[in-house]
């Protein structure tokens, strides 16, 4: 369980997050919409524990720990995920190499020895089907000359690799054609478990309509106006978010 | 804060795990170089009379000379006088009448270096020269070559069993006169390798070289000569740890390798000498002149290095490529961190028709060191068809560091074909946020990004170096990002 208390933050020095509280629950699927510059990469960035975000205020609990006293590979190897809106490139780095690295460094963290190489690449070879990702992929260097829409499948690869409990998808579906969006998001939904949980940053109802989220929220200038169910994503796509910001 | 500056001083504490020094009674003559010094070396190795000719000669030359400044570099003075010009830590049994035994600690040293004497213990296919200060401790292996006709031993016993190879080919491819350090090595060498591959043998396990620095107040000055005849193949691997020592120690060496026709040479190296501390206190001044002379038709020369260590590193592993068709490849690794500075590349001498050459080097720079790539690419008028590709890539870590390239291109035929490409990069606070996201603590993550920008030069070296050098970036830069 995912608990946020009243969270603040700011980069260089300009407040971004102004008060948000959330709980997101076992087995949920969170949705969060909003407009451009509202805070939704932000209030990912600041989950994940990115540097570049300051924290002024408020709390984030993960399964009772206090996650903000965690460095970001802590979060990571607790079971914390995130598929980035733009996954960076790693010139050198085979995809074997870095999965096996960080693979290894979540079960160290468990007090569990290293994968045999063996077992590893067979691991590899099962969860590359799920987002049909093919071994040349896995062989190339960290998203190396992949395209956007390989990009994105490769991060549902390495979550589909790492198993965390809960994971944030940052506009996993910006750049992505129909086909692609269909394949990250049925990938998405086959990993699914009733002990897991997920927040979708999002702009649109389109990969919401494969995710069927539990719980939508609205996310405007830092705040969190409005939460509702899977018809209020419904509603954003037909209204806008013009409706939200004219009521404040 | 604090932690974490513990944390960096913890790991620059342990970092360099052959610091240690051996108490080994070790005979070491008076500090200081004269003609009389050169003589008493080469009375010492009891050799005959050309070579101290040789000796007396390069010394004489030496002194005639200005030591360089061309180098990037910033040299402390070096006083030739206050350093003495052979030590032997094998003296003590010698004298006990135990010529033939080898002391334990000398044993021992070369074990925890990971470098076992005894045949038995030895890495699978790997013969070894285990060069101890100025003497050949054991070279391992040796009657199994033989019986293929491979010599392999030290050069001061080749001097003496061998003497018409090895004063046909000494030499011959770096004179006395080619530079400074190479004039100050060749008046008072002391050990390292003799190797000649005869014509048409596949030499059957991996050659290789271990030189440690133990004695202070030396230098050490070896010798190591490769003679590969027609046909012949052979694959070299050197190196070299230092104890950590307050004041810099000298290492003047000089490698010498003869391709002859359709023959292949390959040389790889892992240095890592005593870099210093973190503030720049102490470390070897690693100043080498290696070079091969590709004499035959379509013979072959490639030489590998990652270099880790040293306070300073001024060396251009250098090819001469004079057959027609001959190829030499140069795959480099360079690292330099806190104090270190490295000026180092290679030389390509296009003499024959249709060579072709290649270099790659990858230099990675972090804390306040200074990192230079030098290379000449000469191409002369008798060279058509001849071939040049060199890539330069320079990876920062850190804004205190310092990136150069110096690429020289002296091109005397229209035929010939000569590229250069250079890039320079850092490891990205993007990368190492990716990193860590997956669960990737950063100096885990700094040891993979390094290692995957080395890999196309690491994939170079025989399979137990190459663990080895990975090892080695990893450790060689823990601390220097975050």
Redesign the interface.
Known sequence: MLEIKNLHASINGKEILKGINLVINDGEVHAVMGTNGAGKSTLSNVI?????YEVTEGEIIFNGKNLLEM???ER??EGI??S?QQ??E?????MT??MR??LN??RK?QGLEPLPAGDFLKLMREKRKIVELDSKLANR??NEGFSGGEKKRNEIF?MAM?EPTFSILDETDSGLDVDALRIVAEGFNKLRTPQTSAMVITHYQRLLDYLKPDIVHVLIDGRIIKTGGPELAMEIEEKGFEQFIVTR | MEEKNSFVREVAEKKYEYGFTTDVQTEIIEKGLSEDVVRLISQKKGEPDWLLEFRLKAFHYWESQEQPEWGHLQMPDIDYQAISYYADPTKKAADDGKSKEIDPELMKTFDKLGIPLEERLALSGTAVDAVMDSVSVKTTFREKLKEKGIIFCSISEAVKEHPELVRQYLGSVVPYRDNYFAALNSAVFSDGSFVYIPKGVRCPMELSTYFRINARGTGQFERTLIVCDDDAYVSYLEGCTAPMRDENQLHAAIVEIVVMENAEVKYSTVQNWYPGDKDGKGGVLNLVTKRGHLRGANSRLSWTQVETGSAITWKYPSCILSGDGSQAEFYSVAVTNNYQQADTGTKMIHIGKNTKSTIISKGISAGKSQNSYRGLVKVSAKADGARNYSSCDSLLLGSECGAHTFPYMDVHNDTAVVEHEATTSKI????L??????????E??VS??V??????VINKLPMEFAVEAQKLLGVSLEGTVG
């Open positions: 994940v524990g990115n540097p570049a460095k970001p590979e990571a190897q995920f995130l980035f996954p960076v790693i010139p050198g780095v085979s190499n870095f690295a960080a460094a979540k963290h260097s960290v390495q790492l | 990205s606070e993007e990368q946020m990716y990193c860590n996201q997956r669960g990737i603590p950063t885990e993550a993979l990004i290692n995957g920008y080395a890999k196309e």
